[in-house]
């Protein structure tokens, strides 16, 4: 596991040839108002990456690392990110019967270690996460996984939408969980390709990944409070495609 040094590198020339070398990285923070030849190389190279980019204030940076940073600072991945494109027909052609779960909004370290960790008891297959608008899977994302992230693969999409496209071009179902619906998640079927789309706590899954969706399902809550956190409805739709999927003797992956 990486330690709290080595998440992070600094400097432009450092981060565009981190680039160059295949490192992989979730994401780069550059100040606001440089400008330079250099910088236009980084935000190209980024770009072709599809590295997301995020202009902030120095200050955002100092608080990082005081050292010579340049105005630019790349947060490391702890995994290497799987193409959702490449990996779906490999597991076909294993004869697995696919099950993904997809994170729209998730920014939660914790959240994510958590389903990350339901996920891979679980069997599935992958989990995917977009550019933007996404957690980091760095060393606490491992860590509060349990090392679970060291074993399932995790893909990075452009987006939730472009994500879910490539799913049902291939014969997946998308499932969306939502509480703007009545049809409760036992009433649904997951014995076929399934993927499970999981939205953040404060605004659940976004209205054009909503429309996208085959299904939406609701888990019921009876309490005064009505907010399950992410990662508990997450663990109770994953069993639930497990108890199906095991009733109908199907091998769970």
Known sequence: MMTEKEQY???????????DAGRVIDKILIKSDLSSDLRKELTAKARECHIPLQRVPVERINRITRKNHQGVLA?????????????IPALYEDGVVPF????????DVRNFGAIARTCECAGVNAIVIPEKNSVCVNADAVKTSAGALNYIPVCREKNVVSAIEILKANGFRVIGSSDRTEKLFTDCRYTDPVAL????????????????CDELVKIPEFGEINSLNVSVAGGILIYEVVKQRLNDNQTVN
């Open 100 to 107: 993904i779960i997809v994170l729209d909004g998730v920014t």
């Open 9 to 19: 590198i600094f400097g432009i020339r450092a981060v565009i040839e981190a680039m």
């Open 75 to 87: 947060f490391l991945a702890a995994v290497d990110y799987w193409s959702l494109e490449s990996m």
């Open 197 to 212: 789309v999981l939205g953040s706590e404060d605004k659940g899954i976004s209205t054009d990944v909503m429309k996208m």
